[in-house]
T-cell receptor
Framework: NAGVTQTPKFRVLKTGQSMTLLCAQD?????MYWYRQDPGMGLRLIHY???????AKGEVPDGYNVSRLKKQNFLLGLESAAPSQTSVYFC??????????????FGEGSRLTVL | DAKTTQPPSMDCAEGRAANLPCNHS???????VYWYRQIHSQGPQYIIH???NNETNEMASLIITEDRKSSTLILPHATLRDTAVYYC?????????????FGQGTELSVKP
């Protein structure tokens, strides 16, 4: 049981390049989230998913796309990277069933630098 | 989900109680208050949550005002390891999907 795994953990891109961050969870969780965290700032929600095949916008969705083709995977794509997207990206998931107890499972983060 | 407001930073002496406030004046009757903390650059860790009664667990106590428009997280004997960013969130408990907004949080520095 690996929990929530993010790949890659580090990446350097040039402006205009594209890339995809993968979040994989092996706990059969229904709900998954992508956040970004800039230095000295809180977590900001980019996109989230409430189930396979569904996605929704968060607080800062511009410049990002997501897909949830399989329940266990939530992909975050940058079509044309910009220096403003330099950040640490966190993926999280919530167990389904029952009330929300506050329990969240986070990946270790992916540090992206856009030059 | 209701918006929360927290001070950006606080200091606390080691061994003393750390009291972290959170304002949530637009909270609805069915929304709970949840607290998390983020140490260094790890993912946030759940601390405690409550609806209207005060709550206590092995990590902290949560005091919610009678009108539920604000709350205080209390770390009774802060240690250097409690230095972290603390987030207050309000959320409906029976809706597990949907947005989960963390906000800016309070950066707590525990000093020797």
């Amino acid at each position: 049981n690996a929990g929530v795994t993010q790949t890659p953990k580090f990446r350097v891109l040039k402006t205009g390049q594209s890339m995809t961050l993968l979040c994989a969870q092996d706990m059969n969780h229904e709900y998954m989230y992508w956040y970004r965290q800039d230095p000295g700032m809180g977590l900001r929600l980019i996109h989230y998913s409430v189930g396979e095949g569904t996605t929704a916008k968060g607080e800062v969705p511009d410049g990002y796309n997501v897909s949830r083709l399989k329940k266990q995977n939530f992909l975050l794509g940058l079509e044309s990277a910009a220096p403003s997207q330099t950040s640490v990206y966190f993926c999280a998931s919530i167990p389904d069933g029952g009330p929300f107890t506050g329990e969240l499972f986070f990946g270790e983060g992916s540090r992206l630098t856009v030059l | 989900d209701a918006k929360t407001t927290q001070p950006p930073s606080m200091d606390c002496a080691e061994g003393r109680a750390a009291n972290l406030p959170c304002n949530h004046s637009t909270i609805s009757g069915n929304e709970y208050v949840y607290w998390y903390r983020q140490i260094h650059s790890q993912g946030p860790q759940y601390i405690i949550h409550g609806l209207k009664n005060n709550e206590t667990n092995e990590m902290a106590s949560l005091i919610i005002t009678e009108d539920r428009k604000s709350s205080t997280l209390i770390l009774p004997h802060a240690t250097l390891r409690d230095t972290a960013v603390y987030y207050c969130i309000v959320r409906v408990a029976n809706r597990k999907g949907g947005k989960l907004i963390f906000g800016q949080g309070t950066e707590l520095s525990v000093k020797p």
